[in-house]
């Protein structure tokens, strides 16, 4: 039998960084095939049919916008050509139990002006302070570290990045330094979202995350139609360039001949050579052996304890009345230090969890939508180290809770179909993280610097996706594919 064409690529996963991977190796002539075990492209980017109507189930808006221009680029189109995005006017809307109301427009200086008018002239001059820290967290970080393949610390400290870094006093956590710029709590909860979106608790999230904060000040875009619209184009694109898709194919195992990988097997038998393998599903499934023993040892165990928060998710086709909504409500705790002590320390849903919700159907304030609306409400909930189905009764007080704090801020949502994932549901997508959604937490102000880089310890074998370094959501999803790529033409062979 003739060995694997050594140019030929195969990609496990078309979810965001496997097709940003496809796009990338495609547009350069490399012969690409992508292996995905769902019937549609997008991974955690999925649209979920209820009641008649396509439900987001993951991310409700982009950011970074041109990190996603590049890529299409690379494949001789353009972002607009393929899809229609809308700013959003407001990032999102604050309320707590007390009443309190703040719109985070998009624009720092009207936010400046809105935490002004909601927390006095402090407030804004912390907000002020903060943005000024956070843009030099972002300067510091983007071109030296975030866009390319991973350096260690030590090389990035020879670099100015570093003195620059150093220069916004790293070291603390995100909730002390949120509270050297925030008297008031409530602003120091708003701000703490920051991690939370990646999955990582504030009290133990390094001060370096603020850094999330420029990046929405960048501007975050809904995609009319659905967000699962944009792997959709993404696939297209790579298909346009000649990457070959194919969807059921399950792949069980990596296969290993000669010190370096030689292709894969599919869960019905069939065997796939190629010379090089990109992995979009999470590293930490690897290590767990779940793509074979010969192959597991290519990246370190990810320890239980490391893992990122997994969620509960409703994904909703109905009404949600009462109250006019932006597309994005943040629903907070009263209580953020109960909240985030259950989470962090204990491994348990906090009493009384904030809620974030999607109103698909919104970009600014706006009463309900004619007819369904595609509607998400999503909890943070500890990723499971065992894996095991959510308790239901857990489950209930949960729903209880979420709901029950909609309601009491005038919300009365009406669902004609629901479709719930628990961390359970997540754990069994990505077996082995516990169904932990963003790899590995961002714990400590190193741990940047330890997320899984494209290069395994297994020649030809690389990784791409949310698990891996420059780190979770979309954009920097799509970036760790472009970085797969991009290592794996430079391999020598
Ligand atoms: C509820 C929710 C809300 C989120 N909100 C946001 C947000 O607001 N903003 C944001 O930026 N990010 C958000 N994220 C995170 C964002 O969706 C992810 O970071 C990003 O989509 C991850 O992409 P990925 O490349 O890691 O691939 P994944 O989405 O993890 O996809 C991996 C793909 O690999 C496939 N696969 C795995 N194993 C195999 C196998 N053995 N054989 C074949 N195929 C396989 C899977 O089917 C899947 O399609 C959210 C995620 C969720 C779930």
Redesign the pocket.
């Known amino acids: 039998m003739r060995g694997p064409d050594q140019r030929s690529v195969a990609i496990?996963?078309?979810?965001?960084?496997?097709l940003a991977a496809a796009i990338t190796l495609a547009a350069a002539g490399r012969p690409v095939v992508v292996?995905?075990?769902?019937p549609a492209?997008?991974?955690?980017?999925a649209a979920a049919p209820l009641g008649g109507i396509a439900v987001d189930?993951?991310?409700?808006?982009l950011?970074l916008r041109p990190v996603f221009e590049a890529l299409f680029a690379a494949a001789d189109t353009t972002l607009d050509r393929e899809l229609q995005l809308a700013r959003l006017p407001l990032l999102g809307r604050h309320l707590w139990p007390d009443g309190s109301l703040l719109d985070l427009p998009a624009d720092p200086a009207a936010a400046e002006h809105a935490i002004g008018a909601f927390a006095g002239p402090a407030g804004a001059r912390g907000y002020r302070d903060f943005m000024a820290r956070a843009a030099k967290c972002w300067a510091a970080l983007e071109k030296p570290f975030l866009t390319v393949q991973r350096p260690g610390a030590l090389a990035l400290g020879a670099q100015a990045g570093m003195r620059g870094l150093l220069g916004t006093s790293p070291f603390g956590t995100l909730w002390d330094a949120l509270g050297e710029h925030f008297a008031d709590p409530r602003l120091r909860q708003v701000f703490s979202r920051l991690s939370t979106?990646v999955g990582t608790s504030p009290l133990v999230a390094p001060a370096t995350l603020m850094l999330v904060a420029q990046v929405e000040a960048g501007g975050l875009w809904a995609i009319e139609g659905g967000m699962a619209r944009l792997p959709a184009a993404m696939a297209r694109a790579a298909a346009a360039k000649g990457a070959r898709f194919r969807h059921g194919?399950?792949?069980?195992a990596l296969r290993v001949a000669g010190g370096r990988i030689a292709g894969l097997t599919l869960r019905d038998g069939e065997a796939i050579e190629a010379g090089q393998v990109i992995l979009?599903?999470?590293p930490a499934?690897l290590a767990a052996g779940h793509?074979g023993a010969a192959a597991a040892k290519a990246v370190p165990a990810m320890p239980a304890a490391k893992r990122s928060f997994s969620?509960i998710?409703w994904a909703m086709a109905g009404r949600a009345e009462g109250l006019d909504l932006p597309r994005l409500t943040v629903f907070h705790a009263a209580e953020a230090m109960a909240e985030l002590a259950a989470l962090t320390y204990r491994g348990r849903m906090p009493d009384q969890p904030s809620v974030t919700l999607w109103a698909q159907g919104r970009h600014g304030v706006a009463p309900p939508p004619e007819g369904r609306e595609g509607l998400?409400a999503?909890v943070s909930a500890p990723a499971r180290a065992d894996g095991r189905r959510m308790d239901p009764a857990v489950l209930a007080t949960a729903e209880a809770a979420a709901f029950g704090a909609m309601a009491r801020a005038g919300l009365a949502i009406t669902r004609d179909a629901t479709a719930v994932?628990t961390p359970a549901d997540?754990e069994a997508?990505?077996p082995g993280t516990g169904g932990a959604?963003?790899g590995p937490a961002v714990q400590g102000w190193q741990a940047i610097f330890s997320r899984p880089a494209a290069r395994t310890a297994l020649p030809g074998l690389f990784l791409?996706?949310?698990?891996t370094h420059p780190g979770?959501?979309?954009?920097?999803?799509a970036i760790?594919?472009r970085l797969a790529a991009e290592a794996a033409m430079a391999e020598r062979i």
Do not use: Q, W
């Not at 492209?41 to 980017?45: D, E, L, N, T």
């Not at 194919?249 to 069980?252: C, F, Q, R, S, T």
């Not at 979770?472 to 999803?477: F, I």
């Open positions: 496990i996963g078309a979810g965001i960084g496997g292996l995905e075990r769902a492209p997008g991974g955690k980017v189930a993951g991310p409700g808006a950011s979106y194919a399950d792949v069980a979009n599903a999470d499934t793509f969620g998710a998400l999503l994932m997540y997508l990505a959604l963003f791409a996706g949310g698990a979770a959501g979309l954009a920097m999803a760790s594919g």
